[in-house]
T-cell receptor
Framework: KNEVEQSPQNLTAQEGEFITINCSYS?????LHWLQQHPGGGIVSLFM???GKKKHGRLIATINIQEKHSSLHITASHPRDSAVYIC???????FGAGTRLTVKP | DAGVIQSPRHEVTEMGQEVTLRCKPI?????LFWYRQTMMRGLELLIY????????DSGMPEDRFSAKMPNASFSTLKIQPSEPRDSAVYFC????????????FGSGTQLSVL
């Protein structure tokens, strides 16, 4: 059993929809990271969270340390948001399997 | 800064050959990480360095894999001898701080071992 679980595995949305990707972990953490992998393969770090909430443009990441759960939200989704989103507990070398998001125009 | 630079972008080699992957981290970053990504296993941490010193190589799959960081601006990951199951995308990343600094990834090396 992967100690970092993501859901859903695949997500298809229409442009403009609000997107939520969830991540649950069973290990103790110092920080949780959200990564975005573009269709071309490049990986970008979106957020590093140890508590609370962070916002960058249309992206919002939240974490609940007590419940060991984090969410990544995308408001007003756009086709360019199509990518694989990966949550990671880097200190434990654990990665989620990724959520493949497709946003249709 | 140009970001984390990896070379080559693609490598095709035959089983048994030596493969060397290269990485130049972002100047000033004190941590360098080597990751491997496959369809079956996803992303895996192979090894990481702090100030050029290897800290944890528990993710290195076998003795066939070795990594060095001779100075702050260069690291190599070597596979000798290579095997078809080593086929994967290998990413190098660097950060300022270990687990709480933003991670910057290179564009990866797509390795195919025939």
């Amino acid at each position: 059993k992967n100690e970092v679980e993501q859901s859903p595995q695949n997500l298809t949305a229409q442009e403009g929809e609000f997107i939520t990707i969830n991540c649950s972990y069973s290990v103790g953490i110092s920080a949780l990271h959200w990564l975005q992998q573009h269709p071309g393969g490049g990986i970008v770090s979106l957020f590093m969270l140890s508590s609370g909430k962070k916002k960058h443009g249309r992206l919002i990441a939240t974490i609940n340390i007590q419940e060991k759960h984090s969410s990544l939200h995308i408001t007003a989704s756009h086709p360019r948001d199509s990518a694989v989103y990966i949550c990671a507990v880097l200190s434990d070398m654990r990665f989620g399997a990724g959520t493949r998001l497709t946003v249709k125009p | 800064d140009a970001g984390v630079i990896q070379s080559p972008r693609h490598e095709v080699t035959e089983m048994g050959q030596e493969v060397t992957l290269r990485c130049k981290p972002i100047s000033g970053h004190d941590y360098l990480f080597w990751y491997r990504q496959t369809m079956m296993r996803g992303l895996e941490l192979l090894i990481y360095f702090n100030n050029n010193v290897p800290i944890d190589d528990s993710g290195m799959p076998e003795d066939r894999f070795s990594a060095k960081m001779p100075n702050a601006s260069f690291s190599t990951l070597k596979i000798q001898p290579s095997e078809p199951r080593d086929s994967a995308v290998y990413f190098c990343a660097s950060s300022l701080g270990r687990w709480v600094g933003k991670l910057f990834f290179g564009s990866g090396t797509q390795l195919s071992v025939l």
